[in-house]
């Protein structure tokens, strides 16, 4: 299932197991519901309040030790369903991942590749 676009980067839909862990509340095992440049929503063993700062990390596949995309952010939002951690910055073999795990599950991927060339970075800072 594709988003309205409405944000500055594209989600898509993706089921996939996700780590956040938050130095003052611990580690929350959940799913990610879908996953764009910009952040991830976690559907969670529990729910992380909004502004909380955490590490995330995105398991794909089945290998051990499973690939990774590490990531730092902020719960951004947060509601009975999930909730929402925006990226501040994701490294570098895990930015290769997220691209292709965006474009990979995207209904449009010719306007997700064409998203991704306009942008130069993850956000403006300013």
Known sequence: MEFPKK???RRSAT???????SESLG???GMAHDVSLAGVFVHG??????????RVSILL??????IR???TGEVRRSDETGFGVGFDTVDAEGFDHLRNLVLANSEEPTDVIAEFES???LR???
């Open 27 to 29: 580690t929350v095992h």
């Open 45 to 54: 063993d529990k729910q992380l309040p909004v502004g909380t700062a955490c």
């Open 119 to 121: 942008h130069t970075g």
């Open 61 to 66: 596949g089945d290998e051990k030790p499973a």
């Open 15 to 21: 089921l996939m197991p996700v780590e956040i862990h």
């Open 69 to 71: 995309i590490q990531a």
């Open 124 to 126: 403006d800072k300013n």
């Open 7 to 9: 944000r500055e980067f």
